[in-house]
């Protein structure tokens, strides 16, 4: 068993720099987020592993984040990526063996790093035991009340049991065949045929689930990450929706298989169960609502502790809309006492580098850089998604033959249709080329040298499961380290100054100030200590009264761009440009 890490508390700096304790590490943690398969391989089979994020995790220390999101590594056909779990206690062969998992967990523990591990509660694979028993026990089967088993509809049954539809795209049901070789009842599957729904009302589904949670807990990881929250309960009786293209529901209006309220009730069971250990273990729900006050009843005191912001995450590079949803985020989740969240890319949806470029990667990159720091300067808990701190595009151009997501050969990679996962990308994978497949940001990360793989394995010209682009030379780590104006330097700047800075990360508020259109400006202040934060999101140099000491500036993470002024003077932003000033 892996000694959980020692340290229970997050600290804050004072202003005559005593770090002090305070209980709620989550609150403002910045969570990285590790795709295992793409992340680095150390077995050389073109596969990311386990022992390739251990041997990796210094780059996450050095880089200052303070906890680590692994991905699924379960045992699993792959069906999605692993999101098709046949087994929640087994390290799936791919990625290495539980003895890997726990190496990695006390490793990152010894340096001072969390991890979170995905648990996926609404779904598992049609290879998991339970579903292969059921089948084979033929529609009498007590087994079958652990999943939605229904007959179909029509003379001799051949319709769905209702209308309701995939989320990669179809029927959200599948027909089955009996034992003796006739056509049977249906299973719901919200995602792929391979992914059938658990039966949350049945009492054996939630006692299998908090075991899992106590096999990973014993483990020492120190947290969860809640794939699809939102979908465990299904409304009574599956009633129809209505009509088709639900997809474009999802996030956006009720739906009776999403956010039921039944839901809440699992989650203040897992929250007793969680607070039953030590080192404060929490739970991150990916909660797709209505609205932000909907994702709030997620957080109230006595069930999950955070929530992925996907409202801010699909916000484009406009400065009223920001505002926005900056001041929505933080109300709702003020109403229930817990910290926002903030996030602009992951492992569902188009890196943000190329999101908002508009067609010019140069473009692209400056925004993105300058949308880092406006993130990292907000209260709560920021996530990163990994090479995000490289400045890495979206691979917009892989040929067909290489693609991997489900979303693709389900049609949606021809259609334009969401197929990710908790549909996160329904507006954030617009503007990639590549609508409707999810590979174009799970490509690889280059580590060091001048062409593929670029270090993402131990063999120099050896194999990746995705291919790299071959100008991808100058966005490697090496290649980045020790240049202040890399993407990287800049990363590792902003976190360091956010340790630091007892005016960034936790709080509850911003003070907004006056602006000219298209930027913003805003303040935070703590421990006598005040930061004010201005961001030009127009593609013109703006002019304003230099608000304090300039700290860092998007451009360059070592030395703030010469025109910035000094207090008492005029401020030159360049466009597109974030600036942190000590006031």
Not at 21 to 32: K, M, N, S, T
Request: with cysteine; hydrophobic share 40%; glycine share 10%.
């Amino acid at each position: 068993m892996t000694q959980h890490i020692t340290d229970a508390t997050s600290t804050v700096t004072t202003t005559d720099g005593v770090r002090a304790a305070r209980l709620g590490w989550w609150h403002d943690a910045v969570i990285y987020q590790v795709y295992p398969r793409s992340f680095a391989d150390a077995d050389g089979d073109g596969m990311g592993d386990l022992p390739g994020v251990t041997a990796r995790l210094p780059h996450l220390r050095d880089l200052g984040v303070d906890a680590v999101w692994l991905s699924p590594f379960y045992a699993s056909p792959q069906a999605d990526a692993g999101y098709d779990v046949a087994d929640y206690r087994v390290v799936d062969p791919v990625f290495g063996t539980l003895a890997d998992a726990d190496e990695l967990v006390r490793r990152a523990h010894e340096l001072g790093l969390r991890v979170i591990v995905d648990i996926v509660p609404n779904h598992c694979s049609d290879e998991h035991e339970w579903f292969r028993a059921a089948l084979a026990d033929g529609p009498a089967s007590p087994l079958r009340e652990r999943f939605h088993f229904h007959p179909g509809k029509g003379s001799d049954g051949e319709l769905p049991p209702n209308d309701w539809e995939s989320v990669f795209g179809g029927p959200a049901w599948t027909r089955t065949t009996d034992p003796d070789g006739t056509p049977g009842d249906w299973y719901l599957h919200l995602f792929a045929p391979e992914q059938p729904d658990f039966n949350w009302e049945h009492p054996a589904v939630r006692d299998e689930f908090r075991s899992i949670l106590r096999f990973w807990l014993d483990l020492g990881v120190d947290g969860f990450r809640v794939d699809v929250a939102h979908g465990l309960i299904k409304a009574p009786g599956l009633p129809d929706v209505g009509h088709g293209e639900q997809v474009k529901l999802l996030g956006a209006a009720p739906v009776p298989y999403f956010d039921q309220d039944g839901v809440h009730e699992i989650y203040r069971d897992w929250r007793k169960l969680l607070d039953g250990y030590d080192g404060e273990r929490v739970a991150v729900a990916e909660a797709w609502t209505p609205t932000v006050e909907r994702s709030a009843l997620y957080l109230r005191p006595d069930e999950l502790h955070q929530a992925f912001n996907f409202a801010y995450l699909t916000t484009g590079w406009d400065a009223a809309a920001l505002r926005a949803v900056v001041d929505r985020s933080l109300d709702a989740m003020n109403s229930v006492a817990a910290p926002a969240t903030w996030v602009l890319s992951n492992h569902d949806v188009v890196r943000h580098t190329t999101r908002f470029a508009d067609g010019d990667p140069a473009r692209g990159l400056r925004r993105a850089r300058a949308a880092t720091l406006l993130m990292l300067a907000l209260p709560g808990s920021a996530y990163l998604y990994q090479g995000e701190e490289l400045g890495l595009p979206e691979v917009t151009d892989l040929p067909d033959e290489v693609r991997q997501d489900p979303a693709f050969f389900r049609g949606a990679g021809q259609n334009g249709q969401e197929g990710a996962e908790g549909q996160e990308g329904q507006e954030g994978r617009q503007g990639s080329g590549q609508e409707g497949t999810r590979d174009g940001c799970r490509v690889p990360l280059p580590w060091s040298g001048a062409r593929p793989p670029f270090g993402f394995g131990p063999v120099a010209g050896g194999p990746s499961w995705l291919p790299q682009p071959a100008g991808w030379a100058d966005l490697t780590v090496a290649a980045q380290k020790g240049d202040p104006a890399s993407t990287l330097e800049l990363y590792r700047a902003a976190l360091a100054l956010r340790r630091a800075h007892p005016a960034l990360g936790a709080g509850r508020d911003v003070e907004w100030g006056e602006a000219p259109e298209g930027v913003l400006v805003f303040r935070r202040t703590a421990a006598g200590r005040t930061l004010v934060v201005t961001t030009n999101l127009t593609d013109r140099p703006v002019t304003l009264p230099a608000p304090g000491t300039p700290l860092l500036c998007s451009l360059n993470s070592r030395v703030p761009a010469a025109d910035l002024g000094e207090p008492g003077t005029d401020a030159v932003l360049p466009p597109d440009t974030t600036v942190w000033w000590e006031r």
